[in-house]
């Protein structure tokens, strides 16, 4: 099992930024892949970025040039730095973790954090 805590969101304007973090329970960067979801009523969960065990990332073509993901090992906590936030950024931040092992896929889910853009 793997408990995800998140911190950070907020209540921020269009144009400003803000930094998610994600703690895990255990260290699990070297295995599992990490990452970011947003979701808001009515629409499906939407992957945001995520970084592979090898530090691979991937982003959703929204916030590519925009938001960064990163991990700092010895802090074990993975971010996501969201610079010039716009209202369509404003939804429920999800932090991810998950790994196969001989074809099961292990996912885990964080509570969430609320980032609201709004003027």
């Known amino acids: 099992q793997v408990q995800l805590e998140e911190s950070g969101g907020g209540l921020v304007q269009p144009g400003e930024s803000l930094r998610l973090s994600c703690t895990p329970s255990?260290?699990?960067?070297?295995?599992?892949?990490v990452g970011w979801f947003r979701q808001t009523p009515g629409k499906p969960r939407e992957l945001v970025a995520s970084m592979s065990s090898g530090g691979l990332t991937n982003y959703t073509d929204s916030v590519k040039g925009r938001f960064t993901i990163s991990r700092d090992n010895a802090k074990n906590t993975v971010y996501l730095q969201m610079n010039s936030l716009t209202p369509e950024d404003t939804a429920v931040y999800l932090c991810n973790a998950n790994v196969e092992r001989n074809g099961v896929v292990y996912l885990y889910w964080g509570r969430g954090t609320q980032v609201t853009v709004s003027s």
């Open positions: 255990r260290n699990i960067f070297s295995i599992y892949t």
